[in-house]
Structure formats: C-alpha cells, structure tokens
C-alpha cells in the first residue's frame, strides 16, 4: 500500500484481557513510531524503533505495554491486562529514516471497558 | 514537555489566508521546525518543515523570524477541508523519538 495501515480500526475489549494492535510502514520506511492519543488531547509518544537498533521505550507508561518489530517492518503494540485508562487512539507512523517527516497510520481506537 | 506555543483556537474565512503563528522561543540551532495537521479522526498529516529559510510547498508556506523564536504557517486560500488541528512541533534532525505534539491550534474554516 501507499501509506501507513493500522489493524484493527476499531477495537473493543474487557478491563484485564491483552491486546495486540498492528503496524505496517511505508515499505523501505526504517523507523517506526507509537503513539498514543487519549480524547480531546495531544500525541503521546510510546516507543520508537529504527532498523537494528534497540527501540526507544521511553515513553511506555507501564511494563504492561511492549511492542516488537518483526523483520524490521510490521510491528505490534501490546497491552497486557488492560485498564480503562488505556482507552485511546493509538498511532503508528514511520519516517524514511530517523529525523525524517514521519507519516502517520489511521490509527486504532480501543475501547476498555 | 512542548516545546512550542500555539494559539488553542482560531477562525479563518473561507477562502482567505489562514496565520496560525507558533512561538518556539527555546529552539536550539540544530532543531528544525515542523508542522503537522489533524483533521477529525484522522491520523496526522505532514504539512511542511524548515530550519532557517521560509519554505514553500503545494499545502502552505512556512515563515519562520530570522532570530527562529517564532514561525507562521501559512495557508494561503483556506477550504473547509482545511478545518483540523493544527501542530507546530520543534525537533533536532539527528533524532527521531520523543516527537512531542502539544495541543495545537484548532482551526475552523468558515463558509
């Protein structure tokens, strides 16, 4: 595809079950970014990765949250025992390189309940 | 922590020129300016960046003061498609994480 894809659009789940959300860059985009927006707010930045490198995981808020990349293209963002505060829009964007303008995914709205 | 200031809100006829201004005070030599945009439900979109030199693409015009404190973005003939949040961000190019968004400017295009 052309741009960035996000999976699922829509996600809905239960106070304390795991979720995986999915990322697919821009092919031969290198880095890849997480973040995050709650309702009404700014990007939260979560995690960033680039090429071999070890990720950034500055901005998780809480060992609940992880993300891989697989192959150094498709990652997953993973929310174990979720809680309500989850609940939010998370982004994925990816840039050609690090320091490159980043284009941004749809996202993938979750919903705890 | 944001490193920019942004009006919280703004109103632009259609068809005029949108100014949202962004002051960046702080900015360091090596870091760039950026500009972002989103509309409703949608992820955010690039618009345009610079350093020192105004820039001008298809979407805007970026003026940026000659001592860098402050910028302007500039659409020149707003639509009501135009209509988002808008995001002045500053980042140095030798790093690509903690891309920090404050809350914008929320721009409303009126017919």
């Known amino acids: 595809g052309a741009g960035v894809s996000q999976s699922p659009s829509n996600k809905v789940t239960e106070k304390g079950k795991d979720v995986e959300l999915r990322c697919d860059p821009i092919s031969g985009h290198t880095a890849l970014y997480w973040y995050r927006q709650s309702l009404g707010q700014g990007l939260e930045f979560l995690i960033y990765?680039?090429?071999?490198?070890?990720?950034?995981k500055s901005g998780l808020p809480s060992d609940r949250f992880s993300a891989e990349r697989t192959g150094g293209s498709v990652s997953t963002l993973t929310i174990q025992r979720t809680q309500q505060e989850d609940s939010a829009v998370y982004l994925c964007?990816?840039?050609?390189?690090?320091?490159?303008?980043?284009?941004f995914g749809p996202g993938t709205r979750l919903t705890v309940l | 922590d944001a490193k920019t200031t942004q009006p919280t809100s703004m109103d632009c006829a259609e068809g005029r020129a949108a100014n949202l201004p962004c002051n960046h005070s702080?900015?360091?030599?090596?870091?760039?300016v950026y500009w972002y945009r989103q509309i409703h439900s949608q992820g955010p979109q690039y618009i345009i960046h610079g350093l020192k030199n105004n820039e001008t693409n298809e979407m805007a015009s970026l003026i940026i003061t000659e001592d860098r404190k402050s910028s302007t973005l500039i659409l020149p003939h707003a639509t009501l498609r135009d209509t988002a949040v808008y995001y002045c961000i500053v980042r140095g190019y030798n790093y690509g994480q903690n891309f920090v968004f404050g809350p914008g400017t929320r721009l409303s295009v009126l017919p």
């Open positions: 964007a990816s840039s050609l390189a690090k320091g490159w303008e980043q284009f």
């Open positions: 990765f680039q090429g071999n490198s070890a990720p950034d």
């Open positions: 702080t900015i360091s030599g090596n870091e760039y």
